[in-house]
């Protein structure tokens, strides 16, 4: 669907040397993968590139998925399965949203509910005609081809 960067907050277990080895298709491979170990700094990170950060968080004040306008630059915050985004990562967002859900159970694993946030901003994107222009600079595709070894480094 497009997303180049992976931020990574990691509070929990050592940095990761390797993210997605034995992900589909290696994907990890072609991705900029950012770790960081304190909110601060991953949140200053994604203030540099995002107009604005939701986490998803059941609360009073959640917003529908669909309620989101992914024609902005915007930043998806998923907490891990067990304990959800953190109080602190909450306070530093610019709001809240949820997966619109039926049913007693109001919770998708990790995995679900970040494929089904990330093709409704593909949905936004491809009815805005984000897909119908390149979305990176000619240097940003360079650097990647040579980076991943589709050319070379001259």
Do not use: M
Not at 51 to 73: A, N, P, R, V
Not at 138 to 145: W, Y
Request: hydrophobic residues 35%.
């Amino acid at each position: 669907v497009g997303v180049q960067d992976i931020y990574i907050l990691n509070t929990q277990i050592p940095k990761h040397k390797k993210w997605g080895a034995k992900s589909s298709s290696s994907a990890a491979k072609w991705l900029n993968v950012h770790q960081f170990t304190d909110v601060n700094e991953c949140f200053k990170e994604l203030r540099k590139h995002f107009d604005k950060i939701f986490t998803t968080h059941l609360g009073s004040d959640s917003i529908g998925l669909h309620e989101i306008d992914f024609s902005q630059k915007v930043a998806l915050v998923f907490g891990n399965e067990h304990g959800g985004v953190s109080g602190e990562t909450i306070a530093l967002s610019d709001g809240n949203f949820i997966i619109p859900q039926v049913g007693i159970i109001k919770s998708l694993n990790i995995s679900v509910a970040c494929a089904v946030s990330l093709y409704e901003a593909y949905r936004q994107k491809e009815l805005a005609g984000h897909y119908s222009k390149p979305q990176l600079t000619n240097e940003i595709r360079t650097d990647l081809a040579q980076k991943w070894g589709f050319i070379d480094k001259d």
